[in-house]
C-alpha cells in the first residue's frame, strides 16, 4: 500500500452514495481498511438509508439526512478517542446505503401449468404471469436476512426467490378460488391483490413489502384453446350444419383445393360470398320460401279475311267467334312466332272446334 493510498483513505471525511443504477438494491461504502474517520459527515438522500456495522454487529440505521459522526452522539465510536496511534485509528466499521426506492416491472410466472378444477371444463391446466414492485422497508433485516456481507447487492439476486414465492402462493389462490376459467379476465385485479395479502407475512421477515402485483395474463393450453376457438366459431356461425358449409367453403377456398385449379379458389369464394350474405350480420336469416312462377304471357291473334287484317282478338275472344260462326276452321290466322298466315284448325286454334259439335247430318229421302 503507498503512502498516497493511505494518508487519501485517512482523509476522506465524507461518506454518501449517489446511485446511477437502476437495480442497486445495496451498495458497500469502500474505505482503505474500513477505516471511519472520527467526526466524518455521512449523507443519507432521500430514497437510502444507511446501516452502520461495526466490528461484525449491526450498530445502528440511519434515515435521510445530515449525520456527524462523533462519540457524542455515536456512542460505539468511543473506541475513537484513542489517537495515539496517529492516522491508524483503531476503529473498524462498515457502512452499506440500502435503497428504499420502489422498484417496479419486476417479472413473475408459473414455469409449469397450474391443474385445478373447473366447474365447465372439469381437471384444467393454466399458466399465468405478470409483474409485481418490490420496495425494502426493514433495512437492517434486509441486510442481515438477505444480502450478508455482499458490497453491492442488485435487484436480480432476490427477485428469483420472490418470484417463487409469488408463484407458490398464486397456485394455492387461484386452485382454491372456485373461479371459472371463463371468467378469471375479470378478477385478475382481486387474485394480484389476494396473492399480496398471503405473501405480505412472508415478504416481512425479508424486511420487504410487495406493495403492487399485478396479474396480467391467465392462460389455457394451446390444444384447449384451438377447441374453444372451434366452439366460438360453431356459436358464430348458428347451426352445425351452416357451419359446415361455411368450413368447406373456406377449404375450398384455400389455395391448391379445387384439385389445383383456379376454378376451385373462385368457387370456394363464391360460396363463402353467398354464405356470408346468407348469414348476414346479425347471424343466419330466416329462409323464404320461393316466389309463384309468374303466369304465362297470353298470345293474341290476327284474322285475314276479305283482303284485310282483323285484330288483335285473344284466345276467350276467338272463342266465342267460334262459337258464334264468326270463326272457321278455314280461317286464316297469324301469332307473333308463326311463320306466316295459316287455317285456324292448323295451330293452337284448332281446339276451338274441337268441341264444337259437327254439323247436322242431311235428311234422307222419304224420311
Known sequence: MSIFDFLSGQF??????????????????????????????????????????HEGQ??????????????????????????????????????????????TNLKWGTRNPVILRDPEFGPTRVRAFGTYALKVTDPARFLTEIVGTDGEFTSDEITYQLRNII???????????????????????????????????????????????????????????????RRTGMGVAGDLDRYARFQTAEALGQPGSGAGSAMGTGLGAGIGMAMAQQMGPWGPRPVQPAPPPLPPVERVW??????????????????????????????LVWTAGQDGWMRADETDLGRLFTVMPPPPPAPRQGD
Not at 438494491?25 to 430514497?47: D, P, S
Not at 492516522?87 to 440500502?98: N, W
Not at 279475311?305 to 258464334?324: D, H, K, V, W, Y
Request: cysteine-free; aromatic content about 10%; glycine content about 8%.
Open 12 to 53: 476522506i471525511d465524507v461518506i454518501e452514495w449517489t446511485d446511477d443504477t437502476r437495480d442497486t438494491l445495496v451498495w458497500r461504502f469502500e474505505r482503505q481498511g474500513h477505516e471511519i474517520k472520527y467526526g466524518a459527515k455521512l449523507t443519507v438522500r432521500e430514497g437510502q438509508a444507511a446501516v452502520f456495522i
Open 58 to 103: 449491526l450498530a445502528d440505521v440511519f434515515m435521510p439526512g445530515l449525520y456527524l459522526l462523533e462519540t457524542n452522539n455515536m456512542p460505539v465510536m468511543t473506541s475513537l478517542q484513542h489517537w495515539d496511534h496517529g492516522f491508524r485509528s483503531p476503529f473498524k466499521s462498515e457502512i452499506y446505503f440500502v435503497s428504499t426506492n420502489r422498484f
Open 167 to 229: 408463484v407458490q402462493e398464486f397456485s394455492r389462490v387461484i386452485a382454491s378460488s372456485g373461479i371459472p376459467v371463463m371468467d378469471m379476465a375479470a378478477n385478475t385485479a382481486d387474485l394480484g391483490k389476494l396473492v399480496a395479502e398471503r405473501i405480505a407475512a412472508t415478504m416481512t421477515e425479508y424486511g420487504v413489502t410487495i406493495p403492487e402485483l399485478y396479474v396480467e395474463n391467465i392462460s389455457l393450453p394451446a390444444a384447449v384453446e384451438a377447441v374453444m376457438d
Open 302 to 331: 290476327h284474322i285475314a279475311e276479305n283482303g284485310a287484317t282483323q285484330g288483335p282478338f285473344s284466345m276467350a275472344r276467338l272463342g266465342r267467334m267460334a262459337a258464334e260462326g264468326g270463326l272457321a276452321r278455314e280461317t
